[in-house]
């Protein structure tokens, strides 16, 4: 029996970009507590100002490359393509 188990599309692109953005929120609320102009305080800056942008980008290249995919270990992404082992060609 085949359990083809992925998401769709734009799900798949949507959690993409948003896990990739709160992975940069959370980085840059680090050293938000510093001095305002210190190497840190700007980097979180930075960071947190990144985010929206990155996480665009990884949705539009969510085909190629997947942190969903990655998070998931492989669970779910059946390997729809390959013969069964089991069974001799037909």
Do not use: Q
């Not at 993409?16 to 609320?29: C, P």
């Not at 990155?54 to 942190?67: E, N």
């Amino acid at each position: 029996m085949i359990h083809n188990r992925y998401l769709p599309l734009w799900a798949h692109r949507l959690c993409n970009g948003v896990a990739g953005a709160l992975v940069l929120l959370a980085g840059g609320s680090f050293w938000l507590d510093e001095p305002a102009g210190s190497w840190r305080h700007t980097f979180s800056r930075c960071l947190i100002l990144s985010s929206i942008p990155a996480g665009i980008l990884l949705a539009w290249a969510a085909k190629r490359f997947s942190i969903i995919e990655g998070v998931a270990g492989k669970d779910g992404y059946d390997e729809l393509d390959e013969p069964d082992e089991k069974k001799p060609p037909a």
